[in-house]
DNA sequence: GTAACTGCAAACGCTTTGCACTCCC
DNA sequence: GGGAGTGCAAAGCGTTTGCAGTTAC
């Protein structure tokens, strides 16, 4: 999604565009490790010394709403953010809490055939797998 | 689980047997639909008038650590707790949370394709499925 | 007897909320 | 110009922690 869009996006849901907003969208929808709340305020301050936790809380909540992101409780205490609303695995190493995504034809075929046995419309999905990861081996 | 068994266990583990500890445990053992720390608590508090929410998070991380039940961070604030350490779907109602298991063999052999895809000793998994169950249709 | 466990209350930390100020449109 | 959005600070709330008293073994 460029930035062209995600602008038309929000206009044509009737929400206005602002430079954090922006920032914020423009950062969560290009990352893949699937960020804390925290971390996008640390990385966004630097080009925009104002903005605050509230506004970062705000505006995820608005593109979740939108469809545009999902919230990943994992069991620590923060909330994580994920992009992909497509179905994928989450590989996560229990040991250092690290996120892979991981997408195959398998996926798509099995979560199909589980989804038809079941008879309801799904409106997501969400799959984690834990292992331990090659750096905590 | 009975109640013997489960009092061997904590022996055999090295840990002592408080009837609290034992309450709480077959609760949380009994129970399929991932109460909260808090709905413990409430249940609880009958029997052990003077049970403390503080002593069932001790004894829920426990058994977590022993490998009993699951740690399930939804994204409310509050985190769930699964005794079902077996591959299953959670089938979660998004709009009133009602969270109801369900197992089949097209499950079975969708993950053992998926984990034999990625070549990784798999340590546990959880899989949920998003939808609107018939009561808030 | 003693080390582990409990209960209480205070501390913690992530998230939410309220409100005055600002800035899109 | 007006209403939505921002920033700040305080409040909220589930969870954790510390410690004195209690209990299992």
Redesign the interface.
């Known amino acids: 999604m460029d930035t062209q869009s995600i602008i038309d996006f929000f206009r044509e849901k009737g929400h206005k565009v602002t430079s954090q907003r922006l920032a914020i969208c423009k950062f969560i929808l290009s990352r893949k490790d699937h960020p804390t709340a925290e971390q996008i305020y640390q990385k966004l301050r630097g080009e925009y010394p104002t903005i605050s936790l509230g506004t970062i809380y705000k505006t995820l909540h608005l593109l979740e709403e939108l469809g545009l992101i999902q919230?990943?409780?994992?069991?620590?205490r923060r909330?994580r953010y994920d992009p992909d609303m497509k179905l994928h695995?989450n590989?996560v190493c229990?040991k250092c809490g690290k996120i892979t995504d991981?997408k195959?034809e398998?996926?798509e075929k099995?979560?199909s055939?589980?989804?038809s046995?079941?008879k309801?419309?799904?409106?997501?999905?969400?799959?984690?797998?834990?292992?331990?990861c090659d750096d905590c081996k």
Chains 1, 2 share one sequence.
């Open positions: 919230e990943l409780g994992f069991n620590e909330v695995i590989k229990s991981y195959t398998n996926v099995f979560w055939a589980i989804i046995d079941l309801i419309k799904p409106k997501g999905q969400r799959i984690d797998l834990y292992y331990e």
